[in-house]
C-alpha cells in the first residue's frame, strides 16, 4: 500500500497514520545503521543511535516540511546531530525513545553479526588509506607518531626535529584533514551501499 509512496509523502501521511511511519522505517532502517555503524565501529552505538533517530523522526514528524533534500535529507540531518552528540558526550542519548515510552532492548548475536557485516572493513580499510595517503608527508609522520604509535607530543616533536607546538599544529591538521576526507568517502560507501 505504502510501496508507491514517497518519502516525503510517508512522513506527511505519518502525522495522522503511523503505519506510514513504519514503511519509511523499512525503507530507510538499514541504510541508517550502515551509517553509524561506519561511523562509530560499535554496534551497540550504531543500533541504539539509529533507534533515537528514529524515535526522534517520529516525534517531530508533524512538524517536517517537504523542501530540500526531502525526508531521507531531513532524517539523515537528525542523524548528523545525534552522531555529533555522541561523540561530544560519549554516550547516546534516549530522550526520544524515553518520550515515546520506549524499552532499551539489547543486541542478541545475530544482531552483532549483522551490524558487522555492514561495516564493510574491506572498502572501510581503502577509505581509510586512501584518505591517509593524501595527508602531506608531514602530517602523515605526525599523525602515525601520535596516534597509531601513541607516543607523547614531546616524543613527537623530536622525532619531527621541531617544537612541540609545531607537533601539536601538523597533528592536529592531519587529524582534521583525515576526518573531513573519510566524512566524504563514508557518505560515498552509504551511497554505495543503498544502491545494493
Not at 604509535?149 to 599544529?169: D, I
Request: overall charge negative; proline content about 2%.
Amino acid at each position: 500500500m505504502f510501496e508507491e509512496l514517497t518519502d516525503d509523502e510517508l512522513i506527511l501521511l505519518a502525522g495522522t497514520r503511523a503505519e506510514a511511519f513504519g514503511a519509511f522505517y523499512r525503507r530507510h532502517a538499514e541504510a541508517l545503521l550502515r551509517f553509524f555503524a561506519r561511523r562509530t565501529f560499535d554496534p551497540d552505538a550504531a543500533a541504539e543511535l539509529t533507534a533515537e533517530t528514529f524515535a526522534s523522526a517520529f516525534v517531530g514528524r508533524r512538524r517536517f516540511a517537504p523542501r530540500g533534500g526531502g525526508a531521507e535529507a531531513w532524517l539523515y540531518g537528525i542523524a548528523r546531530h545525534h552522531l555529533a552528540r555522541f561523540f561530544r558526550k560519549g554516550a547516546v542519548e534516549a530522550r526520544a525513545r524515553q518520550r515515546l515510552g520506549l524499552p532499551e532492548q539489547g543486541l542478541s548475536d545475530v544482531d552483532y553479526d549483522r551490524i558487522e557485516e555492514l561495516y564493510d572493513f574491506d572498502a572501510v580499510r581503502r577509505a581509510v588509506a586512501d584518505a591517509f595517503s593524501v595527508l602531506s608527508e608531514e602530517q602523515r609522520e605526525a599523525v602515525t607518531l601520535r596516534v597509531v604509535e601513541g607516543r607523547s607530543y614531546a616524543e613527537v616533536a623530536e622525532a619531527l626535529v621541531c617544537s612541540e607546538q609545531a607537533a601539536r599544529a601538523r597533528v592536529s591538521r592531519g587529524l582534521r584533514r583525515l576526518s573531513g576526507l573519510l566524512e566524504h568517502r563514508m557518505s560515498e560507501l552509504d551511497v554505495e551501499g543503498n544502491a545494493k
